[in-house]
């Protein structure tokens, strides 16, 4: 059901949009390093993935614009532990891996300089939609069987239960212009949990961005 609701508004959304002038449009792409925050996050550490889309700029005024955008975004994180103990060793590694269909929504505004560029920052929410969820891991481990060493180790893969389907975020960010080269650093903050678990967990995402504008 909220698939249908968040579908319906932002029809209603682009309709209200056709109605201005646009400034400019062109597509973005560029690298993830995203993690996650919150309860049992100790042993968490940041995983690359894939951001990929495009934007639509309406300009407000000289020095505001709203700017909606659309992206495929890969985020998640690793989890790694060690543990021994006397002739015992045992190392394993996950990795969560999400997928998500992200549309933010932002206010921007243009920082004035006399220069051959235009830099700007820019503020505003993000709705996520997940497309999957899945954790992979890895393990390693080693004892002594009286006789000698024995390492066994082996991997496994699957789908998350319980993950939410609608994500909320907030976007802090900033820009630098040349022409029609963009560059793009942003901050992405999860408000609302990765999953209905009995751990809080959070998405957060550092982005690196290079687009072309139309």
């Not at 309860?39 to 894939?50: P, Q, T």
């Not at 309406?58 to 614009?65: A, V």
């Not at 921007?108 to 709705?127: D, R």
């Not at 390693?140 to 060493?149: F, K, Q, T």
Request: net charge negative; charged share 25%; glycine share 10%.
């Amino acid at each position: 059901m909220k698939k249908y609701v968040i579908l319906v508004l932002l029809i209603f959304v682009t309709v209200q949009l056709l109605a201005y002038d646009v400034q400019a449009k062109g597509v973005k792409g560029g690298v993830n390093f995203s993690t996650v925050s919150g309860d049992y996050d100790e042993n968490m550490e940041s995983k690359a993935g894939l951001i990929l889309g495009g934007f639509m700029t309406y300009e407000i005024n000289d020095q505001f614009s709203f700017q909606p955008e659309i992206y495929f975004t890969m985020k998640g994180a690793k989890n790694e532990w060690e543990y021994s103990y006397g002739d015992e060793y045992e190392k394993s590694e996950e990795t969560l891996k999400l997928n998500y269909l992200e549309i933010p929504l932002l206010g921007v505004m243009n920082i004035p300089v006399e220069a051959s560029f235009a830099p700007k920052v820019f503020f505003g929410p993000a709705l996520g939609i997940n497309l999957s969820a899945t954790s992979e891991s890895e393990f390693e481990y080693s004892y002594y069987d009286g006789y000698e060493y024995v390492t066994e180790s082996g991997s496994s893969d699957g789908d998350l239960e319980d993950v939410n389907t609608i994500e909320f975020g907030l976007i802090l960010g900033g820009a630098v212009e040349f022409d029609k080269i963009v560059i793009d650093l942003r901050y992405n903050m999860g408000l609302t949990d990765i999953g209905d678990w009995d751990n809080s967990l959070k998405n957060k995402v550092f982005s690196i961005l290079l687009g072309y504008k139309f």
